[in-house]
């Protein structure tokens, strides 16, 4: 020891060493502290694993996206989530070093076993020194990007076709005029008893059958201009049952109805939503030609829509206890000219779909093979002036 160093004075340089021992100490948490908020603050799911496949960490966004917990998954293989590139099958991604730092999308699995859409990145996790020591895996739920996706093509689908169908319907419309004014003018010409006027008759009634459908078409290519108005859902549901009572009870169904005692009005136009429960109700009407139970719900409710915007609605749901929509073509319903009745031309649906988005609501469906299907609508919930 320098015998010009006191005891006092080594004592307080390891004082001061110890402090600043205890700073850095202080800034390295200050910094885990900052980093931790920032990751878990994120929207994505980060998952970071060993090199050996195994899970080490888990943000609270990727928790809440695949319904695990921090610790259920410490120490478990990544390939529990099946993960699926879009077009390809991955059986494992620390298979693939070639395909690191690229956005790609695919599917995952959660803890329910369901899959879901999701848009991935893989990158190396490397040690302070530079060493590759696992994964670092960035994803993100696309369920709702996708469902916005196919709502921007279904209404691509439906004006494109509108047009054809408007197309199709005039050029038939005139022909179809002159062979009933041509029918009935030979009609004219023959005695009552002369048997070709069966024929005239039977000419007439297939002209007729087909203005009909092309009424169909026309209201599907040219949907009319709304006509709005407050109103009540029980007074569009009154004005329409008396039309299927007979039917409801032919077949042995029951209708129950379900209306929230502070249900506010909606500004709707009538007609048109005469026409949506109008084909809701005979689909599910014709789903239980043995019986059933065709129910109806309306409550008020705040809906948030995938950009977050939320909105005071009337959601109405119509279910019933029928055969149900195989789950191939659940998600076809509401295209135009898509149908499943072997004299139905695919049309009513889509016209119940137009009508709803033109006022600013939402139609989706679920079902469940041989149980039953339900729909349910959202209408936006609007103060009456």
Known sequence: MDPKISTHEIEEKIVQK????QHLTRELEDVKNFTESVIQSIGSGILITEMNDTITYINRAGERILGYGKEELKGKPFSIFGLKEKQSTIPSFLNNPDDLDTRKEGWMRRSDHTE????FTINNHLSIRG????????????????????????????????????????????????????????????????????????????????????????????????????????????EIIP?????????????????????????????????VFLNLFLNAIQAMPNGGELHLEAAPMLSISPEGLKQNVVKIIISDTGRGIPPHIVQKIFDPFFTTKPR???????????IIKKHGGTIKVESQWEK????????????EN
């Open 243 to 275: 039309f299927l009572i007979k039917e409801i009870a032919d077949k042995g169904i029951r209708f129950i109805e379900s209306y929230h005692p502070k249900l506010p009005k909606i500004k709707v136009d009538k007609t048109q939503m005469h026409q």
């Open 372 to 383: 039953g299907t339900s729909f349910a609508i959202h209408l936006p919930e609007t103060s």
């Open 131 to 238: 060493e590759k020591i696992g994964k670092i895996v960035i994803f993100r739920d696309l369920t709702n990007v996708y469902k916005i996706q196919e709502e921007i093509l279904r209404m691509d689908r439906l004006v494109s076709l509108g047009k054809l169908a408007s197309g199709i319907a005039h050029e038939l419309r005139n022909p179809l005029a002159g062979i009933k004014t041509t029918a009935q003018a030979l009609g004219e010409e023959l005695s009552e008893d002369d048997s070709k006027r069966e024929y005239l008759h039977r000419i007439t009634k297939e002209i007729d059958r087909l203005n009909d459908l092309l009424k169909t078409f026309f209201s599907f290519a040219k949907p009319q201009n709304l006509n709005l108005i407050h109103c009540q859902i029980q007074d569009i549901i009154n």
């Open 18 to 21: 110890e402090e600043v021992i």
């Open 116 to 119: 879901f859409p999701v848009g």
């Open 344 to 354: 139905g031309i695919g049309l009513g649906l889509s016209i119940t779909y137009q």
